[in-house]
């Protein structure tokens, strides 16, 4: 990510929490009247209970963060049911999964939320900040309290590196890097997803990351990718058809 892009907004000069964090990151620090004319296009602030980041259309109002509630349409129970096409292609009977890339961690949160044990990595520190936040708001929910759950496993780093130095093999390992578009994401997952390509760009190593992957897991490697994409692995064992999308598993125990 151009750090030389992003800025932390403080609200208040007193603001110990946007100082550490902007130390924390190496950023600029800036107060919400400097933000326009400083140049940069994205920032970092602590807004309506959650840290978030906004761009320069967004700065006054609204902002991107790491949404903890299920999805649109997810049943609200714990464990939610593992019917859709991410649980069939994780394994229903998988226990532990690493997601190696994060990104705004709304697939490691749904398997969080489907009872699986999930350690999620994210090599930008700016988006480990956000997913950070998120998690410890997770942590605060009423029903993540009354059943003693403890919300993902957060590593930051290089996933290339983090998954060579596991202490035991997952029984999978979630890969959902960025690909060059093809055509205009869903409305749902525009914003986003078109936020975290303009500060990060493609994912040029998801070849060396997918290596690395099926060297590291116990079991299975899940990539999610574009349906126009080739399968990073050559054929897979199994693939799942979305509408725009294909989970490709890869077994490697069989
Ligand atoms: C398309 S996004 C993932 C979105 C995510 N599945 C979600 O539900 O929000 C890809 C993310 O993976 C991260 N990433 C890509 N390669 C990585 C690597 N080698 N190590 C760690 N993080 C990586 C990127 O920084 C980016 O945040």
């Known amino acids: 990510m151009p750090m030389s892009n992003i800025a932390v907004i403080c609200r208040d000069p007193a603001d110990s929490f946007a100082r550490t964090l902007a130390d924390r990151l190496v950023l600029p620090l800036l107060a919400m009247s400097d933000a326009l004319s400083s140049g940069c296009e994205f920032f970092l602030c602590q807004r309506e209970g959650c840290l978030k980041l906004l761009d320069r259309q967004t700065l ?42 994060a990104g705004w961690a709304q697939d490691s949160l749904a398997m969080f939320r489907m ?71 869903s409305a749902a997952t525009r914003k986003s997803m078109a936020i975290l390509r303009d500060i990060l760009g493609d994912d040029l190593d998801r070849q060396v990351l997918f290596d690395a992957a099926i060297a590291a897991t116990g079991r299975r490697v899940v990539v999610k990718s574009p349906d126009h994409a080739e399968p990073m692995g050559g054929k897979p064992s199994e693939s799942y058809h979305g509408k725009l999308l294909r989970y490709d598993v890869y077994l490697t125990d069989t």
């Open 115 to 185: 009872g699986y044990q999930v350690t999620s990595i994210e090599r930008s520190p700016v988006m480990a900040a956000l997913i950070r936040d998120g998690f410890e708001r997770l942590a605060q929910k009423d029903w993540v309290q009354r059943r003693k759950l403890e919300p993902p496993t957060l590593l930051v780093g290089n996933a290339i590196e983090r998954l060579a130095n596991l202490q035991e093999k997952p029984d999978c390992i979630y890969l959902d890097p960025m690909f060059p578009p093809k055509r205009k994401a």
């Open 60 to 101: 006054k109002k609204g902002g991107l963060f790491v949404e903890v509630d299920p999805r649109p349409g997810e049943q609200a129970s714990y464990p939610a049911p593992k019917k859709d096409l991410l649980a069939l292609a994780v394994g229903k009977k998988s226990r532990t999964i690493v997601d190696a890339t």
